[in-house]
């Protein structure tokens, strides 16, 4: 297993709509092996710890914000995804949110503001693969 610490994910959304801020990336099975002998089937899952999500007010307004922990296995959005609902935000402010979210692969954190291009969100975590 390898663990990568990383940015996940960058987005300052241009819209008012829903976008997606990380995707947690789903891996095909693989061969491996050669001819000399015999293939293995190799599965190799990503898993990711998602320790901070930070939200930043670019400009002077007081837009709001909603994040979504999405789950690869529900088709449906439901109201029990939703981490943050119509939270406010100071003008020109940022908030840390210490989060510890465990992802499987193919969850996603979607996000959206009440007001296009002034906020901007960055998620850190680790990827284990």
Known sequence: MADAFKILGQL????????????VPVTDSKTVGGVAV???????????????????NLAGNTPTFDIRLKNAADDA????????????TTANSTRILSLGLTL????QI????????????TAMGIEVT
Do not use: R
């Open 12 to 23: 300052a959304p241009t819209d008012t709509s829903e976008d997606e801020l990380y995707v």
């Open 38 to 56: 015999a293939p293995k089937a190799l599965s190799v899952t990503t898993q990711t710890v998602v320790h901070t999500i930070i939200v930043c």
């Open 77 to 88: 959005d439901v109201n029990q995804e939703y981490l943050f609902k119509s939270v406010a």
């Open 104 to 107: 499987s692969a193919g969850n």
């Open 110 to 121: 979607k996000v959206k503001t009440s007001i296009a291009d002034e906020i901007a969100f």
